[in-house]
């Protein structure tokens, strides 16, 4: 059992020190997620003030601050605090004989950066796309993703709106589609993290953007709107559930912008009822939703 503990206390403290170490401007600026991402959330919030879609909604919009704190809780005090848990597990799968090659079913070490990285992202991408449409699908996912969901103004920030419990689901997965790429990520993998925060956070600021003919590949403002309708169509538990893509939604035909006025009720039946803080909002999903907000 030590050298479990051993594995959970040096990388939980490896990434602590890691942080705080982003915080200094002591690691190189291209892996500096913590300023990078305060970077690319000031230009998507300029682009907000400068071309707001709805001209009517606040720049510090209905649940700014809660957001805000979501980003950096979600984006980095969860992730020092569940990555002793991974490592663990990682020394346990070794121990038993899963490595990090035992899925691959491809070899990318020998192929051009370039390509590395666009398979890499395509890959992860639509890992995510399918693990989003689990959460919304079966009901004991859909109470955590309800977090998500309880945006009623949208916002840049809202990208990382969402209850602990994801990165529960979402890591385990992303690492098997790590995995079935050779067991791990290329060299400048950091490029296809920060493009993924660039479009998640255009996806879901208060800006009109479709991309032109490019829609039917990358996920866009408007396209992404329609997902947090109050009203979906009949019969629907979702639509639109591209994360960085949009062209699994266009290929597997779940893909839904009947217009695009931004004037849309946005959540879920019930939401009234929704816990508005964090506290109560990262408990909920553990505890019998209250008659209404199913």
């Not at 602590?16 to 690319?40: C, D």
């Not at 848990?85 to 192929?111: C, H, N, P, R």
């Not at 009947?258 to 009822?273: K, R």
């Amino acid at each position: 059992m030590e050298k479990y503990f051993d594995a959970f206390g040096n990388a939980f403290m490896g990434t602590l020190q890691w942080t705080w170490k982003s915080i200094l401007f002591e690691v190189p600026w291209y892996t500096n997620y913590f300023w990078g991402l305060i970077a690319i959330s000031l230009i998507v919030w300029m682009l907000e003030i400068a071309f707001p879609w709805r001209k009517d909604q606040s720049i510090f919009r209905k649940d700014f601050w809660l957001d805000a704190f979501y980003m950096f809780f979600n984006f980095f005090i969860f992730a020092i605090v569940i990555s002793g848990v991974y490592k663990m597990l990682e020394v346990l799968f070794s121990d038993i004989g899963i490595t990090a090659k035992s899925l691959a079913i491809v070899d990318m070490s020998a192929w051009p950066m370039w390509l590395q990285l666009l398979v890499f992202f395509i890959v992860l991408d639509f890992v995510q796309w399918f693990t989003h449409i689990l959460l919304h699908k079966y009901r004991v996912l859909w109470n955590f993703h309800k977090v998500h969901h309880s945006v009623k103004e949208m916002g840049f920030a809202a990208h990382l709106r969402y209850h602990w419990m994801e990165n529960v689901l979402y890591k385990p997965l992303k690492v098997f589609g790590v995995m079935i790429l050779g067991g791990f990520e290329p060299e400048q993998a950091y490029i296809v993290h920060f493009i993924a925060i660039s479009i998640g956070h255009l996806n879901h600021a208060n800006i009109k953007l479709t991309w032109g003919p490019l829609k039917y590949v990358f996920n866009n403002p408007v396209m992404h709107l329609y997902h947090h309708a109050y009203v979906l169509p009949e019969g629907s538990f979702g639509v639109n559930f591209g994360i960085s893509l949009s062209l699994w939604d266009y290929i597997f035909k779940t893909n839904y912008v009947p217009e695009d006025s931004g004037t849309i009720e946005l959540g879920f039946p019930g939401d009234a009822d929704f816990p508005k803080d964090f506290v109560h909002q990262n408990l909920y999903g553990f505890t019998k939703p209250k008659k209404g907000n199913g």
